[in-house]
């Protein structure tokens, strides 16, 4: 229902509604690096067993970098 199962990614249905947490921007699907990109501020949202993961501290910047946390 909310995940494809032919690939464990979310569904289509899904990754409409979803949105960036930080500026409420539409995502980019980036299969390549399991996650969902955010084109505005940049950060990346990992997608872990067809899960997407939709917390700030969580995400890293699409540089690679982290960009939600405070782990200075």
């Not at 509604?17 to 980036?30: N, T």
């Not at 950060?43 to 890293?60: K, T, W």
């Amino acid at each position: 229902m909310g995940l494809d199962s032919e690939n464990d990614w979310p569904a289509p249905e899904l990754l409409e509604i979803l949105v960036c947490p930080a500026d409420k921007s539409s995502l980019i699907e980036r299969r390549d690096v399991s996650g969902l990109e955010c084109p505005k501020c940049g950060r990346l949202y990992p997608v872990r067993g067809g899960i997407p993961i939709m917390l700030l501290d969580e995400a890293v910047s699409a540089a690679g970098e982290g960009a939600g946390g405070d782990s200075a």
